[in-house]
C-alpha cells in the first residue's frame, strides 16, 4: 500500500509543479516579473523555473559572497552567472528569434498550399491521377524548388517503406530454409 501512496504523491506533485511553473511563466512573461521557483520531490528532486533565469533572479535579489571577481557566480551550480538585465534581454531576443521564426513558417505554409492548389488544378486539368505526373514545364520558378522537395520526400517515404518490407520478409525467408 505504501508503494501506491508514494506513487499518488510523486503523481500529484509533478501535476502541482506543472503548474505552479506555469503560472509563474504566465506572471513572468505577461507583467515583466522576475521569478524564481524551486520545488523539490517528495524524493529530493529539485525542480525550477525562473524567469527570466533562475540564476539572474537570485543573483539580484539574494547576497551573495562580498569578495571574488564580479563575474564570477554566487551560486556554485552556475558558474558563469548573467544579470537580470542580461537575461532579460536575452529572453527578449529569443521570443524576438521565434516571432521572426514563426511568421517565416507562416509564410511557407502560405507558399506550399499555393503550390499544392496550382499543382491540383493542373492535375484536374490535365487529367493526370496522381500529383507526381504532373508536366513540370506547366510550373513556374516558384512552384518548382516545392514540387522538387515534394517529390524527394515521396522518394523517400517510398524508401522506408519498402526497406520495412523488407526487413520483415527476410526472416521468413530464413525462416523457410
Not at 5 to 34: I, K, V, Y
Not at 110 to 135: F, M, P, S
Request: glycine share 6%.
Amino acid at each position: 500500500m505504501v508503494k501506491g501512496s508514494e506513487a499518488r504523491r510523486r503523481s500529484c506533485f509533478n501535476q502541482r509543479c506543472s503548474t505552479l511553473f506555469s503560472m509563474a511563466r504566465r506572471l513572468s512573461e505577461d507583467c515583466g516579473a522576475h521569478i524564481a521557483v524551486v520545488a523539490i520531490s517528495p524524493s529530493g528532486e529539485p525542480h525550477a523555473f525562473g524567469g527570466p533565469t533562475v540564476d539572474s533572479v537570485l543573483r539580484a535579489y539574494l547576497p551573495g559572497p562580498a569578495s571574488g571577481p564580479p563575474s564570477a557566480s554566487p551560486f556554485p551550480c552556475c558558474p558563469s552567472a548573467e544579470t537580470v538585465g542580461e537575461a532579460a534581454a536575452r529572453v527578449a531576443g529569443m521570443r524576438r528569434q521565434v516571432e521572426e521564426t514563426e511568421a517565416l513558417v507562416a509564410s511557407e505554409y502560405a507558399l506550399l498550399a499555393a503550390v499544392a492548389k496550382k499543382i491540383k488544378a493542373i492535375q484536374a486539368r490535365t487529367g493526370k491521377r496522381n500529383w507526381w505526373e504532373v508536366d513540370v514545364h506547366t510550373l513556374g520558378e516558384e512552384e518548382l524548388p516545392v514540387f522538387t522537395k515534394a517529390l524527394e520526400m515521396l522518394r523517400a517515404d517510398v524508401r522506408r517503406r519498402v526497406d520495412a518490407m523488407v526487413s520483415v520478409r527476410q526472416p521468413l525467408l530464413q525462416w523457410k530454409k
